[in-house]
């Protein structure tokens, strides 16, 4: 257990623009995926953001005084930029305020251009369309130019696995698709390419800062020790880590990466990455400045606690009862678990907002999965088994 972080770590918070401003059609914003997304599917009352916009002084100053001296914080895309390519001036109006508003407090902004928010005139083919990494490769040079004086810490992209998992897996974010695993992998290689190509601009524009990725890396084990039960921890892995890990800090996916993609991709998908893409993932994780990566840093957040414990369950006829209950008991909230087993627990989630539009406590969201969990478990549903797909 460690005890003591080393002087060098930064301690500090996190926030989201798509998860806290709010002010959707304030300052000239345009709207992103998520106002036709929550208006299709969650009630109203459960439509609203602690209102970062009107409030972001008071947040900041909050969080000097609690000591905090570092903050994680995203653009809205769909603020600065507008749909014709244009830049929106209320947007890096709205911004520099915030900015502005850290470095007076002591709080030294780390800032990702982008955390889930795509704009909604980008939503049709998403992450998938070409066009999408070249659309986020002028809004990142806007945001490199206009702040980088002022914003030494860039994150190119926040929890892109996160994005396409809930995306293209559970459903639980647009697009909303569920078990699109050829998608996913698809969208992640290209999210991770544009992460590469705005590394190798930030660095092109000689600002002096640093720049990396955030992401949740996963710990991912097995039930058992079981052949099958490890495969499926290794099949799991490689979308939740492997894939990101091996793109940004090597520049190139490994050949078991590789391998257990093809394992669990459709026989009619593939996944050959264009030479040019994977030169690009290369010359940002391999290219030296002064003898260094261009790299600075990868943001790895461990989620390893009581609340929030990752797990595979590969073959669930096999799980005991009392393993489940534990689960519960304990309050654990989060088991990453074998695709199958995940949709159950989208749709439990979805069908618990519908069926109460009136209820406002989040901590509700879990309940309905944990219940999900526990069904799938007693009843005795196989997944997976030692011939079937983690």
């Known amino acids: 257990m460690i005890r003591k972080v080393p002087k060098e770590f930064v301690l500090g918070a996190a926030m989201s623009a798509y998860q806290m401003e709010g002010a959707a059609a304030a300052g000239g914003r345009e709207p992103s995926v998520w106002e036709d997304w929550l208006r299709r599917t969650v009630p109203a009352a459960h439509r609203h953001t602690s209102d970062f916009y009107h409030h972001y002084e008071e947040d900041i100053a909050a969080c000097a005084a609690k000591g905090i001296r570092a903050l994680s914080l995203s653009f809205s895309w769909s603020r600065i930029m507008r749909r014709d390519g244009t830049v929106n001036p209320e947007g890096l109006a709205f911004y520099d305020r915030v900015i502005d508003a850290c470095l007076r407090h002591g709080v ?9 928010d795509l704009p909604a005139d980008l939503a049709p083919a998403g992450w998938l369309a070409p066009q999408t990494v070249e659309a986020y490769l002028r809004y990142a040079r806007v945001c490199f130019r206009h702040f980088g004086a002022r914003v030494r810490h860039w994150l190119t992209l926040k929890d892109p696995v996160t994005e396409v998992t809930q995306g293209y897996l ?20 290209k999210m991770l390419t544009a992460h590469a190509q705005a590394v190798l601009l930030y660095k092109s524009m000689e600002l002096g800062g640093s720049i990396g990725i955030a992401h ?12 099958e039960d ?13 894939m990101l890990l091996d793109a ?4 190139r996916y490994q050949e078991a990466t590789r391998q257990l993609l093809a394992e669990v991709l459709r026989e009619d998908e593939t996944f050959v990455p264009p030479e040019e893409e994977l030169e690009v993932l290369a010359q940002a994780a391999h290219g030296l400045y002064k003898g260094r990566p261009k790299l600075d840093f990868d943001r790895l957040k461990e989620i390893r606690s009581r609340v929030s414990v990752p797990l595979v369950l590969h073959g669930a006829s096999d799980v005991p009862d009392e393993l489940v ?18 949709i159950p627990f989208a749709n439990a989630v979805k069908a618990f907002f519908k069926e109460h539009p009136e209820a406002n406590d989040p901590r509700k969201y879990m309940t309905p999965g944990k219940q999900a969990m526990k069904e799938v ?14």
Do not use: W
């Open 108 to 116: 030294e902004p780390f800032v990702a251009p982008y955390h889930f």
């Open 170 to 189: 559970t459903g639980l974010f647009p697009p909303g698709q569920q078990l699109a695993l050829g998608r996913a992998v698809l969208a992640l290689h």
């Open 216 to 227: 949740r890396a996963e710990g991912v084990y097995p039930l058992t020790q079981r052949a």
């Open 230 to 242: 490890v495969l499926a921890a290794r099949r799991d892995d490689v979308l939740t880590n492997g």
């Open 248 to 251: 940004v800090l090597m520049g």
């Open 325 to 342: 209950e534990k689960a519960i008991s304990l309050g654990i909230t989060k088991v990453n678990i074998a695709t199958d087993l995940k």
């Open 377 to 390: 478990v007693i009843h005795k549903i196989k997944v997976c088994g030692s011939e079937g797909r983690a």
